[in-house]
Every structure is written in C-alpha cells, then in structure tokens.
C-alpha cells in the first residue's frame, strides 16, 4: 500500500514580496508569487488535493496606521508599579490612564523579582485604571506561558507595531480602512486567532506573515481575515491590517487553510 505524504506550504520572501510553493516530498507542485501587500488562501485536504484561492489586497486600517505610527515615531511610554494584577490584567498605580490610550502597545512587568528577566502583555484595551492584556508572554520562547507579574512589582508601558495574529471570519462585509474589529471572527474548528510566522529577507521592502489552520470541525466558511495586535478575541487588540479573500475557502474537518500576508515597508 502506498501512503500518501500531505503536500506542505513553503514561504520564501523576496525584496518585493513572496514567493507560496506547494511542495510534495521534495518536487515542487505548484507556486504563487505574491507582490507587496497581497495576501494569499489556499486549502490542503486530508487526500493531498489542493485548492488554490487567488490573491486579495491586504489594506492597511486607519487605527493601524495610527498604531504604526506611534510605534515608530512616539517615544511617550508609562512606567511605575501595579497595585493589582492577574493573568490577562495589571492595575497602575495612580490609574491616570484616558479609556485605549494604550490599545495596541505592550506592558512589560516584573514576573517574580528584579533579578528576573520582565515577561511583557500585549494590550488589548484599557480603562482608566485597567490594562486588558491577552496574556504573559516569554521572550526569549515567544509563548505565552510567563508568569503573572507581582501585583506590586515595576512596569513599563511602550508604543508596539507588530500585528502578527491572524483572525479570520465568515462575515461578508467588505474590508474597509475604517474596520476596527472582524464582524463575527470565529473562535472554534481550529479557525481561532493564530500566530502567524514571520519572515523577512534582509534590506528587502516586504515581509511575510503566514499561518497554517489545522481545521477540526465544519463545513465553515472564511471569506475575510485581519492582522491583529492580541493574541485572543478576549483582548481584542487593533485590527491593523485587513482582506477579503479572493475567493471564499470552504473547509472542514483535517483541512488545512494556508493564508499568507505581504506586508510593504518602503515608503
């Protein structure tokens, strides 16, 4: 009997934009080349067939040009010490905070002494007093497993512009640079946010961001998807970029959905 080997996804960025290959065992299947700030879907299924979903164009968002912004040019930060803290929260001392002034920028905080390297939260929103973080994240494993900071312990609050979790959503709305959140993104059948990986070639324009779904459930369909700041609908973040794609995926249990971004630094 002769097993099948599942084709796999390879990403390679260029200096203007990307290269998607489909590749089965060591042959090369099938490619797509991505210019800047397109995204591309495709589909595995469980019997190796492949679905090639086109290109869409990834749109930059108002509140991610903002958050862009301030992450490249705005040296206001915030430091002192919390009075409270938890596993997706931490409370400053003093509040002195407007309602999101924060959103979209990252707290680093002391996990268990001054002599420990800080674990840092993406914020997702803020209240007056409050920072909503989606987790505590390790630096040096860049997962979310970091110990919850002590709630009287130092933190620094500084502008962050790394939109790397990627959501997803059967809404049918269009992309539009006013969007602030994904209309219905889904949370379940292993569509949830993800992060993506990162890849950039060194002096290039562009960078890639690309996540694989392991799909548990369905049918589902996806028919839009955005970059976000937090990793988890919970925190919410800022949508910094947006697509529709090219063509609606339609997946369900063992697919893989395969989605690629292009993102264009120069000016």
Sequence with gaps: MRLLRPPRIEVDALDDGAVVRLMRGHRLSDAVRLGPNEVHFSIVHPDGDYEDLGVSYNLLTTVGRDLLAAGLG??????????????????????????????????????????????????????????????????????????????????????????????????????????????AEITTNGLNRTKATYAHTPAAATYTLSVSYSVSGGPQTVHRGGLFTAANTTAGGVLVFETVANADAIVTTSDTLNATWTVTLSG
């Design 74 to 183: 705005n040296p206001t930060g915030k430091d002192g010490v919390f009075t409270a803290s938890s596993s997706t929260s931490g409370t400053p001392a003093g509040g002195g905070m407007t309602a999101d002034q924060y959103k979209g920028w990252r707290v680093f905080a002391d996990a268990t002494s001054t002599t420990t390297a800080p674990v840092y939260g993406n914020i997702g929103t803020n209240s007056t007093t409050v920072l909503t973080v989606d987790g505590w994240w390790v630096g040096t494993s860049d997962t979310m497993t970091g110990t919850t900071p002590g709630a009287t312990f130092g933190y620094h609050i500084q502008p962050s512009c790394q939109a790397r979790f990627m959501g997803v959503t059967a809404d049918t709305g269009a992309a539009s640079a006013g969007s602030t959140t994904l209309t």
